[in-house]
């Protein structure tokens, strides 16, 4: 192997812990002009190994690595040479951010179909024995569950969602998502048990959320499943309850002398 070879040997240590790493010449002014000529590639080279820590598929893209160290080390400091090596580093940068973007909506997605899982089955106790008198709000909240559920899978894959690297954040986005689903069924259970929300009118007559279950059901399946519904319905009610107690309307001020019409017997009159 020659000298040149040797001074740019690109070499893979421990995938998982440091990745592609180019070995320098042992020569001091040949290792600093290697160390300027890759220095122009340090910021998107964190970036893209940020990206491929923990990925288990990372073999290929460390490969473009070693093929943007080797176009920098050869071009000797040309300029061409530097945007040839940034070009591959941002096409692999890509590459692992799509594929950690699939990855993290399969990881929302999991993670919401569990969650949603578990918080149905959870649900089901306190149905029984919890607040009897309070009709049917606890199957409210549950077919809210499957309404944020059916919203989940109908809309992931126009959701905006957390790379698979913040699995925290997914985690906490699609607990917060049936969350907001439950509460949404059980509280549109509530607005027409009370009387707060009109009843509905339909072609088998009016419908009542206390005795039909199939209409408490789906009005908990629509609730959850549009998450703007029971936010923008209590954002009605609290307004007209605001309206009703607030201080009464001021009663509007007398016109100006100057602009009450004059007698009809003294039209064109002056002053």
Not at 34 to 51: C, E, H, I, S, V
Not at 80 to 100: C, F, M, P, T, Y
Not at 110 to 123: H, I, K, N, R
Not at 133 to 141: K, M, P, S
């Amino acid at each position: 192997m020659s000298q040149a070879l040797k001074d740019r040997n690109i070499v893979s240590n421990d995938y998982e812990r440091e990745g592609v790493q180019a070995q320098l010449s042992a020569d001091p002014v040949t290792h600093a002009k290697q160390l300027k000529n890759l220095l122009p590639l340090g910021t998107d080279r964190a970036k893209l190994r940020a990206l491929l820590s923990g990925w288990p598929r990372r073999e290929s893209y460390d490969s473009s690595i070693a093929t943007a160290l080797q176009a920098a080390l050869d071009g000797d400091g040309d300029g061409e040479a530097v945007k040839q090596a940034l070009a591959i580093l941002n096409d692999a940068k890509q590459g692992i951010a799509s594929d950690r973007e699939v990855a993290g909506r399969g990881q929302w997605a999991t993670y919401a179909l569990f969650f949603g899982v578990v918080g149905f089955v959870l649900l089901c106790i306190p149905q029984h024995d919890s607040f009897p008198d309070i009709g049917n709000f606890w199957l409210g909240a549950q077919a809210g569950v499957l309404g944020a559920m059916f919203s989940i899978a109908w809309g992931i894959s126009k959701r905006t969602v957390a790379p698979s690297t913040n699995a925290r954040g997914n985690l906490t986005d699609s607990v917060l998502r049936l969350l907001i689903g439950a509460m949404s069924g059980g509280t549109v259970i509530l607005l027409f048990q009370t009387g707060l929300v009109p009843e509905l009118h339909t072609a088998t007559g009016v419908l009542d959320v206390t005795k039909s279950l199939p209409f408490a059901v789906l009005l908990g399946i629509l609730a959850g499943f549009v998450e703007r519904l029971v936010p923008g319905l209590l954002d009605s009610e609290g307004d007209k309850i605001a309206g009703k107690g607030g201080a009464p309307p001021a009663t509007p001020l007398p016109p100006p002398a100057a602009l009450i019409p004059p007698p009809a017997g003294q039209a064109g009159a002056t002053p």
